[in-house]
């Protein structure tokens, strides 16, 4: 069931991250310093939003979006991820579908993602596109050498 | 001539965005934080990188760039501003220059630059243009209906 996080969900969270293999350590400890700031400041302070998929304690996945600053009503998805020893079942669609609400009741009016070109994030950019993302622009060797920026937008 | 900011340029710094017509209020509060952090905590810390072009005790213009979170040697180029009431004479192409030559010490090999697609920011997107910037994508109704971002690129 779609949940805000309680505190003691942190755990999970973080542990789904690091169980990610698509994700670096830069990318966990990321991850980290915005759960951080969502428990000690909320989310209207810290611009940081959580939402987790949970089964009695057991936190299937996360979402973390938050508004751009400098723009009206554009809000950034951060992350999803859902853990990758349980069958995903939806999931992330889950998560993704309840976000995109959550961000329209906050005013929001244009969501963008931001993802790698790596072969291995191909699952990730089909599951985008699936989902009524369009592909908006490619940064070539954005994150390194080799590894593209791919941007996605989707208008609510 | 072109040098690291001392603390006391701040109010000149703040002034110069204040006076540039095409920054909002929020993007004046948006350089007054960065600059806060820059001068709390230095560049390595916040992230954040400062120069400035100096005749003097005047502060002509300022530039401020820092790296992108989660990439290997992108930068950011956040801000370049003059001071609209003097004559300009390449007060911007300076900074763009010692900037981008800041930048591959500190190990950069790209600059991303975001910028406005309203027509009050054609000046600014020409102006990238011929120092060698790529305009590498466009994403509508970014900053809010009809306000367009516009994302140039340089390989350094």
Redesign the interface.
Known sequence: MIKLPEKKDGAQILSITAKNTVFNQ??VE?VDELWEEYVTQGSDKSGYYFLVDKEDDHVLGYSCYGPR??????FDLYWIAVDPTIHRGGVGRKLLTASEEAILKLGG??I?LETSGLPVYEPTRKFYLATGYTL??????????GDDLV?F?K?L
Chains 1, 2 share one sequence.
């Not at 600053?69 to 554009?74: K, N, P, Y």
Request: charged content about 30%; hydrophobic content about 30%.
């Open positions: 830069e990318e990321c600053s400098l723009t009206s009503g554009t009016r244009l963008v908006e622009a490619t940064l070539k060797d954005f994150y390194s050498d941007i937008t208008h």
